[in-house]
């Protein structure tokens, strides 16, 4: 099994920053692509960012220029900074990953965070 763990959510006032953290754990994996998601109240989930295991990254419009993705991959742990936070990037926040098993069965699977909330007030 792989278990996610989310830290980093907060209060912040507009234009501030904060920085999420993702750490995978478990054993017989090999990650993939990981990514953060987020979703406020009555919205769907959505992409925020993601990054590929040779660090390609991808990032929605709306975060494009305030949001760095990045990744350690010795501590199999992702990171979102965000930067020049606006009211509606409030929302809580899943980091996913996307990893091949390679246990006594090899296959892809997929994982999420318990989520981490982060508040911007005007």
């Known amino acids: 099994q792989v278990q996610l763990v989310e830290s980093g959510g907060g209060l912040v006032q507009a234009g501030g920053s904060l920085r999420l953290s993702c750490a995978a754990s478990?054993?017989?994996?090999?990650?993939?692509?990981m990514g953060w998601y987020r979703q406020a109240p009555g919205k769907q989930r959505e992409l925020v960012a993601t990054i590929t295991s040779g660090g390609g990254t991808n990032y929605a419009d709306s975060v494009k220029g305030r949001f760095t993705i990045s990744r350690d991959n010795a501590k199999n742990t992702v990171y979102l900074q965000m930067n020049s936070l606006k009211p509606e990037d409030t929302a809580v926040y899943y980091c996913?990953?996307?990893?091949?098993?390679?246990?006594?069965?090899?296959?892809?699977?997929?994982?999420w965070g318990q989520g981490t909330q982060v508040t911007v007030s005007s």
């Open positions: 996913n990953v996307d990893v091949t098993r390679t246990g006594w069965r090899i296959m892809l699977d997929s994982y």
């Open positions: 478990g054993s017989n994996f090999n990650i993939n692509v």
